[in-house]
T-cell receptor, first 116, second 109 residues
């Protein structure tokens, strides 16, 4: 089946540093990847839609200059949390879509970010 | 009104019990509906899609009521391994999925 990996699985960093999270589709090409964020006891909230070779589409309220997304190839998208602060601590999950049916999303295992 | 609403629970049931969850959605233009399962500190995993005619997969039955804009999930003969958070997910017609907060199920011996 379709496998999506994320790296790192968890990260602890100091306030003000930048953190890069990678999302890879291991056995399929993904023209579209999604980045979600989930706070404790909350639902997954879509942050942005990442399309290979073009700029990401950000959801309302998500700062594009703070959450930099790069989808340089059909198997890799990266999310960089710039100048992270404690309120950015969350569970970041990516998903990848292998075809035109967007509901067939395959989720990565998530990255848990803790900013001190 | 929230886009996708679920009772957060938790639903505490003994093994072997039957339990049902409901979910309501606000966007009448929604086309696709799903139930996902999320274990603690893990990513969500697709449990089943929900069709207008209803569908069944083993002990799990999902139904959709478009007129009332709600979706249900029925779990029969609950197992300990069914303990998880069940997420109601709707494709809102804007090429994105909208997730509910989830309903927590705890199955006890």
């Amino acid at each position: 089946g379709a496998v999506v990996s994320q790296h790192p699985s968890w990260v602890i960093c100091k306030s003000g540093t930048s953190v890069k999270i990678e999302c890879r589709s291991l056995d399929f090409q993904a023209t579209t990847m999604f980045w979600y964020r989930q706070f404790p006891k909350q639902s997954l909230m879509l942050m942005a839609t990442s399309n290979e070779g073009s700029k990401a589409t950000y959801e309302q309220g998500v700062e594009k200059d703070k959450f930099l997304i790069n989808h340089a190839s059909l198997t890799l998208s990266t999310l960089t949390v710039t100048s992270a602060h404690p309120e950015d601590s969350s569970f970041y999950i990516c998903s990848a879509v292998p075809g035109p049916l967007i509901e067939t999303q395959y989720f990565g295992p998530g990255t848990r970010l803790l900013v001190l | 009104r929230k886009e996708v609403e679920q009772d957060p629970g938790p639903f505490n049931v003994p093994e072997g019990a039957t339990v049902a969850f409901n979910c309501t959605y606000s966007n009448s233009a929604s086309q696709s509906f799903f139930w996902y399962r999320q274990d603690c500190r893990k990513e969500p995993k697709l449990l089943m899609s929900v069709y207008s005619s209803g569908n069944e997969d083993g002990r799990f039955t999902a139904q959709l009521n478009r007129a009332s804009q709600y979706i249900s999930l029925l779990i029969r003969d609950s197992k300990l391994s069914d303990s998880a958070t069940y997420l109601c997910v709707v494709n809102g017609g804007y090429s994105t999925l909208t997730f509910g907060k989830g309903t927590m199920l705890l199955v006890s011996p």
